[in-house]
């Protein structure tokens, strides 16, 4: 893929996809990441005097025009956030989108309404995507984030207009290749989260490209229980102990080590402050659970840790939302922050909850790099094609 080194704006309309879907409580903004992470891509096309029209979808209005779901809001937001005017169109295709567009000077900045207003965006539909390229004479895209999606805004028009990557999704592609491309070794893979059901892709992926994959939170459970380890009232999918069996089985022929919990915090009630115990890992009492690790499974994560050169990290290793079960998940997390500051370890983290907890970790500064994105992070790291980078790659 090109990226906007290359591409000669002044004067230009640029097309540039971003990802404004950001989270909104309550008619507020509660996390303007996404916002001031696309905002150099921005001020640098306007410095060059493009005329910039921004799109993006919001949410899932699946086609409709959904007034709770109108990105006019997110115009002022991007504006502050800018320190610059962003007008908006009402429309993200047709004349009022041309004509918003047609009143654009060099370095001006347009918002187009929700991409999603329109069903043809999901659906890919070459004639949304035409109605885009009709208004720019190159596209940028900068939403790693919805780059999983191929859809008309994300993939369709790629095809119709000189396409270029934007500096985020430059450096979402860089820092991913820096995690799994081509990495500094010793590479260690810390994946969490609820369930391995929803995530065998991603162990199965792991386990062929990093050195050691360590497995926490609740999914943990599961592949201690399919050892034949009591793991109590802890939760965990009776239905994937043959496929958590496989995966061990599979990531010891291939050479990578699996690490899982010998110790556990467990509780008789998932509850905030609720009585703890530390137990071995194969000896979870009857009618207990497990919401996080325990004190030396912290010691061998971090003492693979500090043999590593690279971190890729994927959901948390406890119930870090309830304290004291974020424990594990805040140590490892300094742990981390510590060694990338002094240099020796190149961390990158991402997907939905991960971001949450390495903020609540209060780390997410201090890492190489967080993405921004969520599912695309996953599937990235899953090792499956993007068509939104894809259709940047072929352009
Ligand atoms: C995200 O928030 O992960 C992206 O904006 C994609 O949103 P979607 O899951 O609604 O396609």
Redesign the pocket.
């Known amino acids: 893929y090109e990226t906007i080194d290359a591409l000669d704006a002044k004067g230009k309309r640029v097309l540039l996809r971003a ?1 404004l ?1 950001v989270p909104v409580r309550d008619g507020r903004i509660t996390d303007r990441t996404r916002i001031e992470r696309l905002c150099p891509t921005i001020a640098e096309l306007s410095n060059a005097g493009a005329r910039v029209i921004v799109c993006s ?1 919001f ?2 209005p699946k086609g409709k025009r959904v007034p709770e779901m109108s990105l006019k809001p997110l115009a002022e937001a991007l504006s502050e956030a800018l320190k610059r005017p962003v007008a908006f169109a009402d429309d993200c295709i047709g004349p009022e989108a041309e004509a918003a567009v047609a009143k654009l000077a060099d370095g001006d900045i347009l918002l187009l309404e929700n991409t999603r207003f329109h069903a043809g965006e999901e659906k890919n539909d070459p004639a949304m995507a035409a109605g885009l390229a009709k208004l720019a004479d190159a596209y940028v895209n900068d ?1 790693f ?2 780059a ?2 191929a859809h008309a805004s994300t993939e369709g028009v790629a095809k119709l207009l000189p396409a270029y990557a934007g500096r985020l999704m430059e450096a979402e592609l860089t820092a991913l290749d820096a995690a799994l491309g081509s990495p500094a070794r010793p590479v260690v893979a810390i994946v969490g989260g609820a369930k391995v059901s929803t995530k065998l892709d991603l162990l199965g992926n792991l386990s062929k490209k990093v050195d050691v994959l360590v497995i926490g939170g609740a999914m943990a459970n599961t592949f201690l229980a399919a050892q034949g380890f009591n793991v109590g009232k802890s939760l965990q999918e009776a239905e994937m102990h043959d496929t958590a069996r496989a995966i061990l089985a599979e990531a010891k022929s291939g050479g990578c080590e699996i690490l899982l919990p010998v110790d556990l915090v467990v509780a008789e009630q998932f509850a905030a402050n609720a009585p703890t115990r530390i137990v071995p890992a194969d000896a979870v009492p009857e009618g207990w659970m497990a919401l996080d690790l325990g004190p030396k499974s912290e010691e061998a994560i971090e003492q693979r840790l500090r043999g590593a050169s690279t971190l890729v990290w994927n959901g948390p290793l406890g119930a870090f939302e309830t304290p004291p079960f974020d424990t594990a998940t805040v140590a490892v997390a300094q742990i981390v922050a510590a060694m990338t500051q002094s240099g020796a370890l190149k961390s990158i983290g991402g997907g939905g909850d991960t971001v949450a907890a390495l903020r609540h970790a209060d780390v997410a500064d201090r890492m190489t790099y967080v993405s921004t ?4 992070f996953l599937e990235w790291l899953e090792g499956k094609t993007l068509p939104g980078v894809a259709a940047l790659s072929k352009a």
Request: a neutral charge; proline letters at 0%; glycine letters at 14%.
């Open positions: 990802d879907n979808h949410d899932r939403a984030s919805a999983h999606r994105a969520g599912g695309a």
